[in-house]
């Protein structure tokens, strides 16, 4: 049965109760990242939280698509050097070099993270026909007007029409007047300082540019999601995500953009997930108060006193709810990777406790299977990571009291412990996506072992214990082990 | 210093000495994969083949950018089922969703073969208007015309104006009338069956769409590789590859199209790579005569005795040269397995070995200073891999000489040596971009090991040998290994 939900709408500012457009469907744009530069490791905690969203939702029985585009228009200039050569296309800066780079880079960190990639990833280039089209739309409408071959959004008629400008973010537009991001260039070509370019006339040297009716030039940087999420998703849409810094300008022009082409606001549905802070401040690269990915997992950083793994990461991002604040400090990673550690430790010995369960229900299994009821309930309930997280954990001291045998085993049934493995592999492999990544980090403990082995082995013979120097063998045969004893002494190798 | 190359031109069918458009720089264009379907073991060998042409010839000193498109033009149709909720854009199917999920694949599978991904990786949709800007050019010179919306590349009368058609595939235009691709479909359309489609009118229920001053329709299937090789690479470049399959028509009508609307061929060299065989017939899905890169992973099918790991089958593809054909039986397969992990052992001992090498130059230094290059100028020689392999494992032989005191290291200097060893590295590592995957695979002998050391472990707590259980505690701390004694017995974990 598909679960209820309900979603923390940003443009009521209110909870609601989550009624998608087509049963059983949800249609989920997310702005993805810019790919001219590393990914931020806000960004990541972003792209963590939607991808946990995303796979609760399938979770939870809706057949998703979920749209997270590429930002690769890049607005890089021909740095005039060389001109002699231009001509020769391979001394020039190539702007989809360096997107190429980054959204490899991007990829990469994505799956270092274990997230799923999305069910189409647009890139913003790969879709000026849509952009051109839809400027074309707005015009008709009349809520655009050029100039000089650039094209501007005209906020004060779309307010004059009774169309909601300031909606989402809580802004008036006097304040705008002050704050509109495009205030410093080409003013003079706006009618109002509220307006924004949907259309740009590419200057001499600006590198990336397409024909468009109006000029040779570029879009306007809202205008790809609004163009992108209407074709891939529809003019109307369930879920639009993205981070806080989003709302304004990027969003509330989104919203502006699809109205004024169609009349429709673009999404039911707005989320936006909080930011990571760094020692209690907002992280400032001019301050020196940041922290990369990178940096993050190698410990090469004042603000850590090591390095922690990706999972023990992610774990820390799970410990706040999407659109609180986290704040990155070492103390709480280093509390992260051990919850984390003991997550892990239990998982591993799901399997192999072997205990003899209840042949039948018992007081116990409805404490247990409450229990994991609440677990999902806090996902429904806005996806409420950490109060689901809480649940599994009483679930996992359950599991270990039952190991330590301080909880009989008799006092649980087969049925309900089955349940159980099954719930807490679901929600911590398949929603949460956690993998076990200190294990992983095993070759270099093999070296070690393998010594102790060989110095083992040296003695055993040395006994002429026989028996063991036979058990020996016989276990690093099954381990896929082949040990060679040479003149340099002893060497192992896999056995393929 | 960059080094000098000879290719193999298959437009002259000849090797020629390799001169580039601008010293040191290398523009390449590769045919990438159509993503409507898994990426065939073919076409991962003709990628891995490029990516070791690639790898090499920034080895060799060139800067190179190599372009490496993804066709996602899919000709997926409207199944005209559901038609009621057709307005509902959730319901209808979505070729980028379909091209988006094999185009992840295929990153997935160039991943699991170690290859690096391209500098740029241009999508035919992100494409559009560079393909319709081509096909205007086109009609501007008098090379194509336009009927009921579509538009053909005029071949006679290319042929006509001296142009050379069928000087790739070396077929002449009466051999072309009754093989043309397109012979079957609109022939009554195109004024002569060699001619070909350059852009097509969409029909209702094709999905993939786009405007242009024609029609509302997409580009024909050659477009695109002209249209992006132009942009990234400019009109003429150095390198053109793509697999042998794709020489006729694909590649024929590349050269037509760039010379239908600029005059100039493409590129100045075109490498071709040969097919895969699958025991000594050509692979073929209706004989069943057909083994696909996950079921070469698992040994899961007829042909094969047992699953082969990624690295082994990389292995496997440098025996043969690329332009050689390369036939995949289960005693290759396993003789290549054989030699891969000759390989991986004795690279795994390079770092290790401590011997006393002459401090001076020696007699045995000049054989292994001219095998190392040879390893190099087979690979200058038209990236001939085979021969090159062969060479290293010449290198590979004198390293376990040395190791097994059959050749004295003050034989060989210390200068040499580390010379020797940072050229197998490079070349195993960097170039051919090999990895030891067996090694990878510890974690399955860990849980043997560890079983193994903690029977040893309590047989000589039996024997209160305190020492040996000294030595074993503090080694398994070494190793960062943390053992707890409980109730169930001994149990283990990682030391974060």
């Not at 082409?261 to 001019?286: E, I, V």
């Not at 689901?388 to 412990?417: M, P, R, T, Y």
Request: proline share 3%.
């Amino acid at each position: 049965m598909i679960h209820a939900l309900k979603l923390f709408n940003s443009l009521k500012r209110e909870k609601e109760d989550f009624k998608p457009i087509q049963e059983g469907r949800i249609g989920m744009y997310v702005c993805g990242p810019t790919v001219y530069s590393d990914v931020h490791l806000g960004n990541c905690r972003t792209f963590v939280s939607f991808d946990i969203i995303y796979r609760y939702l399938l979770y939870a029985g809706y057949k998703v698509r979920y749209v997270r585009n590429i930002t690769d228009v890049g607005h890089l200039l021909d740095d005039g050097e060389d001109r002699m050569s231009r001509g020769a296309r391979l001394d020039q800066l190539e702007p989809m070099e360096v997107a190429q780079r980054y959204t490899v880079g991007f990829h990469d960190m994505m799956q270092i993270f274990n997230t799923k990639a999305p069910s189409i990833e647009p890139r913003a280039t790969g879709h000026i026909i849509e952009q051109i089209k839809m400027v074309e739309d707005i015009l008709a409408r009349g809520y655009a007007y050029e100039k000089d071959g650039s094209v501007y959004f005209n906020t004060p008629k779309f307010l004059e029409d009774g169309y909601p400008y300031g909606e989402l973010s809580g802004r008036v537009i006097d304040e705008l007047l002050n704050e509109s991001r495009d205030n410093l260039k080409k003013q003079d070509e706006k009618n109002h300082p509220s307006d924004f370019a949907l259309w740009i006339k590419a200057s001499e040297d600006h590198l990336m540019r397409w024909p468009s009716p109006w000029s040779i030039g570029f879009p306007g940087w809202h205008l790809e999601c609004s163009a992108m999420s209407t074709k891939y998703l529809g003019e109307r849409f369930d879920i639009h995500g993205g981070g806080n810094d989003l709302k304004f300008p990027h969003h509330e022009n989104e919203i502006a953009q699809s109205m004024g082409a169609c009349g429709t606001a673009p999404a039911n549905y707005w989320l936006h997930t909080n930011m990571l802070l760094l020692n209690g401040r907002k992280m400032s690269k001019s301050e020196g108060n940041t922290i990369s990915p990178t940096e993050l997992f190698s410990g090469n950083s004042q603000h850590i006193s090591k390095g922690y793994s990706p999972m023990s990461v992610k774990f820390f991002f799970l410990q706040a709810h999407y659109r609180s604040p986290l704040d990155i400090t070492d103390d709480a990673l280093q509390a992260a990777e051990k919850g984390f550690k003991r997550l892990m430790e239990t998982l591993k010995v799901l399997d192999i406790i072997t205990l003899q369960f209840n042949a039948s229900a018992t007081e116990k299994d409805k404490e247990i299977l409450n229990t994991i009821r609440e677990s999902k309930s806090h996902m429904d309930d806005d996806f409420n990571v950490p109060n689901s997280l809480a649940s599994i954990f009483d679930l996992i001291s359950i599991v270990n009291s039952l190991k330590d045998g301080h909880i009989s085993s008799q006092e649980v049934s087969q049925s309900c412990w089955d349940t159980l493995k099954e719930h807490l592999k679901t929600m911590i492999f398949e929603v949460f996506a956690l993998k076990n990544d200190v294990e992983e980090s095993s070759s270099k403990s093999m070296d070690g072992l393998m010594q102790l082995i060989l110095e083992l082995r040296a003695d055993v013979r040395e006994r002429k214990d026989w028996t063991t120097a036979d058990k020996i063998r016989e276990s690093l045969k099954d381990a896929g082990i082949q040990v060679k004893d040479g003149k340099e002494g002893t060497s192992w190798s896999y056995d393929i």
